[in-house]
């Protein structure tokens, strides 16, 4: 039954016909396919049949797998460098600012659930593969905004300084990335309550706070201890 749901959402849309129209939909229908089957696993011809050409008329829109990866990935961090640089931009402080970047990740994220999963799960591929340095190119400015405002939450004294700031980078990431593929309407969060529940976590800890214990009810128990 879930195979069937990727082949009929294509048949519906294959009636657009402009070549404007036609290499959006190539790039719609193979960003669904490389998140869920990963990019070599998805061939030229799925792609074709999925969109209603035959798949040497592809090549009339793309000239390979590649650029249709690439093509899907810059918009990808296009956006998401675009959005980083608005919150830059406003000169908040770096917790307000971490707050921010984490919430707009998630936004993207809601907004390009294909290309999200396709960015994450090929990160190694597309890491070690020279036909993606633009792409690469383009992650290491999206890294670069969070390792400046972690290092200068540091600086500034508002995060600790006793975890490295990849090490943190690394952590919420992975769970705002994370976190962004999987949300679902059922969860009860909003992308606004998932970004403050995120950076709480990160920033203030899970524990419970302990309510003020009272001086008498100090003494009261070191006593117990020590009879």
Do not use: C
Not at 178 to 191: E, K, V
């Amino acid at each position: 039954m879930g195979a069937s749901r990727p082949a009929s959402r294509w048949k519906a849309l294959r009636k657009m016909t402009e070549p404007r129209d036609r290499r959006e939909l190539i790039v719609s229908a193979a960003a669904e396919m490389f998140a869920r089957k990963g990019i070599r696993s998805t061939t030229v011809r799925e792609i074709a049949d999925a969109v209603g050409v035959l798949s040497g008329s592809l090549y009339h829109y793309f000239s390979s797998k590649d650029e249709i990866v690439k093509e899907i990935l810059m918009g990808f961090l296009d956006t998401i460098r675009a959005e980083y640089d608005e919150v830059l931009a406003r000169g908040l402080g770096a917790a307000e600012t971490l707050r921010e970047v984490v919430l707009v990740s998630l936004q993207v994220a809601r907004q390009q659930p294909d290309a999200t999963a396709l960015y994450q799960n090929e990160l190694r591929y597309l890491r070690e593969s020279p036909q993606y340095k633009e792409v690469q190119a383009a992650a290491a400015d999206v890294q670069r905004v969070w390792l400046g405002v972690i290092e200068r939450g540091v600086a500034d004294g508002a995060f600790r300084d006793d975890i490295a700031p990849r090490v943190f980078h690394r952590l919420i990431r992975d769970a705002v990335w994370l976190s962004g593929r999987g949300q679902h309407p059922d969860a009860g969060y909003s992308t606004e309550q998932l970004s403050d529940a995120i950076t709480s976590i990160f920033l203030d800890g899970f524990a419970a706070r302990s309510p003020a214990i009272s001086p008498a009810a100090s003494r009261s128990d070191s006593g117990s201890r020590t009879s």
